[in-house]
């Protein structure tokens, strides 16, 4: 059996890794955390003050399982909160019909037969008229015709 007391990094190191792991691979569609971490964290600082008032040990497996809980959803909430599709003005979240991008090219181009292909970061939108900001990644595949040139990324001198 593993001593854990002598390796306290790693076990909350593991709870966070977790949290972060279990959201990438089920957790697109889970509603925000940041609420459940608030109270989560304000539950575990009560319990420890609480446990630390009493004459004898307090309940210190309850506030460790807490605590490793507790960096459990933060794992999850920093990874949904670093996650670029559930910002508000993320492409995929936009009402409307879009008329026209603005982006920059942001990859390699890679010369296909037929193709330019390569991915465009979106910095604005337009809908109905009128431009917002925007943000999101877009792959594009422009047609080798005679006059036009392969996509280059922006260089600033």
Do not use: C
């Not at 990874?79 to 936009?94: C, G, M, V």
């Amino acid at each position: 059996m593993i001593q854990w007391a002598p390796y306290a990094f790693v076990r909350l190191f593991l709870a966070l890794a977790a949290g972060v792991l279990t959201y990438l691979y089920f957790g697109a569609a889970w509603p925000d955390f940041r609420g459940p971490l608030v109270g989560l964290t304000l539950l575990f600082v009560a319990l420890q003050t609480w446990a630390n008032r009493q004459p004898a040990p307090g309940p210190t497996e309850a506030a460790g399982w807490l605590a490793l809980f507790t960096l459990f959803v933060a794992g999850l909430t920093l990874t949904q909160q670093a996650t670029e599709n559930r910002r508000p003005d993320h492409l995929s979240q936009l009402k409307g019909t879009i008329e026209f991008y603005r982006a920059v090219v942001d990859d390699y181009t890679v010369v296909r037969p037929a193709t330019y292909a390569t991915t465009v970061r979106v910095s604005a939108v337009r809908i109905r008229g009128q431009w917002q900001a925007a943000l999101g990644g877009i792959r594009v595949s422009v047609p080798r015709d005679s006059g036009v040139a392969a996509p280059a990324t922006a260089t600033y001198g």
